[in-house]
């Protein structure tokens, strides 16, 4: 039996459930604009989302979910209000995040308390400015609560890469 290549139509679709799963209701469709190109595995799969040639996401194939492109954590960044996803961080750190340095507890002011350990998460700092994206390793409410340990692993800093 021959696998035909999935359209972009559905792709899109595809794309735009998870990110509504993920992120909330009503956020795909800006997140994903039509006009999205994608990326498949050898098993034509949909690994990664890209708009204009900039990666948006990708999608673990794992779990299903999807990982934030700096693109794709600055979109979401300017479309979700805050605290929402958001790690906030003091200031006095927030260059060393910028460049992809993970986030330790003990530098995290406040979180958001609905995020869970493996969430894609923003890290900003006390202005809501956006730092880097990545994987929480501790919920919200226990970052805030710890002085300790590893609390995002950073996958893209704002100023270690092109956006």
């Known amino acids: 039996m021959k696998s035909t290549k999935p359209s972009d139509d559905n792709l899109l679709k595809r794309a735009r459930v998870i990110a509504d799963f993920q992120f909330g209701e009503r956020i795909s469709e800006n997140l994903f604009p039509d006009g999205c190109s994608f990326i498949l595995s050898r098993r034509r ?8 040639g900039k990666r948006l996401a990708t999608l673990r194939a794992h779990d299903g979910r999807l990982t934030l492109g700096l693109a794709g954590a600055i ?3 300017s479309l979700i209000p805050p605290p929402l996803y958001r790690i906030v961080i003091r200031d006095d750190v927030s260059e060393f995040i910028s460049a992809g340095k993970n986030v330790f507890a003990k530098h995290v002011i406040s979180a958001d308390p609905g995020i869970m350990a493996g969430d894609e998460v923003l890290v900003v700092d006390s202005h809501d400015t956006l730092l880097a994206t990545g994987e929480a390793l501790l919920g919200g409410k226990e970052v805030c609560s710890f002085s300790f340990g590893q609390a995002v692993e950073v996958r893209h800093g704002i100023s270690s890469e092109e956006t």
């Open 45 to 52: 799969e949909l690994r990664q989302i890209l708009y204009k």
């Open 75 to 77: 979109r979401l960044h």
